[in-house]
Structures are given as structure tokens and as C-alpha cells.
């Protein structure tokens, strides 16, 4: 009998061993988890944000017209939480900035091309 | 007895081992993938950003070109970009071209005559052409041919 609660012991501190060592590195591969999902948040967002510029900047350089670019600012922003914001830097010259909670994601010059051709 | 307790106290661990593996192999796999990810996207703004800043300097060379050549005027070099020129039968054509990167750059074409100027082609070339603009003459045009839509 004494044998057998000895063994019941050792087996219950191997146990209680293991997982600790598993809450620990189950802790930290959470950390790993939550990292990547943020890394591929700033991604999806960057994309976002590239695609938005791209647009608005390809809407300018054919038609050369900022007041289209004003409702699709709207309506872009609304659903992604992102802002794009232009100001026309010269004549026939736009610059384009995408931001999130003021934070400058992307932004970009381009220059009306409808004139040329 | 003596059995059923080994393979209890073994068993356990062994599985928990195991658990642990997985969970930092994926872990591992879903940070390597968000990360390669994310270079994605750094590359491809980049690329955007490129792309739209050569353009621009395209832009504004051929705005100084028209300007310039109307006043007989044949500038070799607008912003760092040098100029080419050649003597057409009706005027001089020009070609230029804003670097993109390394590898690839905006070729641009066009022509100077007595009707003023006028641009042929506006594109990226490099590695991956890619034809944005270019204007055909009506001989070059091939009409497709005709396609079965409706059969009798």
C-alpha cells in the first residue's frame, strides 16, 4: 500500500509539471498568434489603403476632377475606417494620403495625364 | 497494476508533448505566413509608389517638352531625364524615359509637326511590359474575325 500512494505522488507532480510547462508555452504561443493576426491586420490594411490611393489617383489622372473623388473618399471610409485625404499641390498635380486615426498609411503624388493625350 | 500506472503517468505527458509541438509549430507557421505577408504589401505599395512618381516626372517632361519645342527650342535633358530625338519626315519625333526601378522604366513617344505635338506611346517597359497607351495607325488596326455567335 505504501508503495502504491508513492507512485500515485509521483505521477501527480509529473502532472502538475507538465502543464505548467504547457500553460507557459501555451501562453506564449498565444503571444505568437496575437502578433501574426496584427501583422496581418497592418497587411490587409496597407493593401486596403494602396488599393483606395490607386483608385483615386487613377480617377484623377483621367478626368483630372476632384469633386468625383469626394464621394468615393466617402464612401471608401465608411466602410474601412480608412481616410483618404488629396491636396492639389500645383496645377494638374494631386497628392493623395491614405491615414487611419491619424496615422499616414500611404499617400502618393500623381499628375493629371487627360491632357496629354 | 503495475502496468495500468505507467501507462497513466506516461500517456499524459506524451500527449501534452505532443499538444506543445503543435501548437508552436503552428504558431511558428502563422507568423512566418503574416510576416511574408506583410512584406507583400510593403512590395506593392512600394511598387505603386514607384510607378506613380515615375509617372508624374513623365508628366511633367512632356509638359515642358510641349511648352518648349513649339518655341524651336530641343531640350537633351528635363528634371535628370534625357531626351531623345529624331528627324521624321513631317517634324521630329522625341522618346524618353522615367525609371521606374532598376529594371523597369515609362517609355514615353511622340512627335512634333506643324499641327503641334502629339504623343505615340506611353508605356512601362522593363522585365514585365506592359502596354498602357499606344496609339495604332489606322493600317496596323486588324479587325477580329468573325465569331460564331449564332448558328442557324
Redo the contacts between chains.
Sequence with gaps: MPKKSKSYGASMIELVVAVLIFSIAAALCTKIFVTAMQISDESQELTTAVLMAESAAEIYRAKGDISELEDFCVSESHSKALILSYKEKKSGHLAIQVSKEERILFEIEVAYGGGLK | MKTR?SL??GS??LI?IF??LC??I???L??S???V??T???K??DS??RF??A??IA??V??ALSKQLPKGERPGEIDGIEIMYEEGEKGVNFTFSSPLDARRAIAVSGSYTEDGIK?KS?NEEGDSVLDM?VELEPDDWEPFEELPIIKD
Design positions: 500506472k497513466g503517468v499524459v505527458s501534452l499538444c506543445l501548437l508552436t503552428f504558431a511558428l502563422t507568423l505566413s503574416a510576416r505577408e506583410n507583400m504589401a510593403e506593392y505599395a505603386i509608389k506613380y512618381s509617372d508624374t508628366a511633367e512632356y509638359s504623343l506611353w497607351w
